[in-house]
């Protein structure tokens, strides 16, 4: 998704950790390492996501060379791998679905679990559970409801994702942020300022370094 096309332009990279520190998405998502067996986990983690990227650079490439083609054939690429690394990267702390199963739990009989659910998912036997209603209380009193998944649906969910992710993001251009993996509204400020500091612009430069230097108004402000 990174390469030039005649719409690419220079793209400020995002923000990676220090060498030595989490991964890219974890530092997306802020999640940590189990403390035990941290090293060892992050190994397993990172030789797992080398096998599942490079696992749809054939799709990557087909979708990169012919806009107009139609895949019809994407289940075989939900392996038991790419389930186990939707696992891993599933928020362990968060809140269970209606079955009331926990990271934890899933995880003392994890490759069992997940040979299951591929199994499941191949046979069209899988079904996904309703999610559970909850209500997040909102600064002016009222409630915002949120739909919570069952740890299964999160697995199945986070492993489609990236399937079809590696399809979709042959269609966007190099400076497109929004709802991209590893992009986000901080990516997009540092590319539009480093932009504005090596470019030419020609409409509304000086009144935006005025705006966000005398503090008027935020960068994000500017650009909505």
């Excluded at 998704?1 to 530092?27: C, Y």
């Excluded at 060379?65 to 186990?84: E, G, N, P, W």
């Excluded at 030419?200 to 650009?223: A, C, E």
């Amino acid at each position: 998704m990174n390469e030039q096309g005649k719409s690419h332009r220079l793209r400020v990279p995002a923000k990676l950790p220090n060498e030595g520190g989490p991964t890219t998405s974890e530092a997306v998502e802020g999640q940590g390492l189990v403390k035990e067996n941290a090293s060892q986990q992050n190994t397993h983690r990172t030789q797992c996501r080398a096998r599942v990227h490079s696992a749809l650079d054939g799709v990557r490439q087909i979708a990169r060379r012919d806009k107009d083609v139609k895949f019809t054939a994407l289940l075989h690429h939900i392996t038991v791998d790419r389930l186990r690394l939707a696992f891993m990267e599933t928020n362990r702390k968060a809140a269970t679905g209606v079955d009331e199963v926990t990271w934890a739990q899933y995880e003392e009989n994890l490759e069992a679990n997940l040979l299951d659910l591929h199994q499941r998912l191949g046979r069209g036997a899988y079904r996904a559970k309703p999610s559970r209603r909850v209500y997040i209380p909102k600064t002016d009193g009222r409630q915002r409801p949120l739909g919570v998944a069952a740890l299964k649906d999160k697995i199945v969910q986070r492993a489609v994702v990236e399937v079809l992710n590696a399809i979709y993001e042959e269609d966007f251009v190099d400076f497109s942020y929004g709802f991209r993996p590893g992009r986000g509204q901080h990516d997009a400020l540092d590319a539009l300022v480093t932009g504005l500091k090596r470019k030419k612009v020609s409409y509304g430069r000086r009144q935006l370094d005025f705006l966000v230097n005398d503090n008027h108004t935020s960068p994000s402000t500017v650009i909505r």
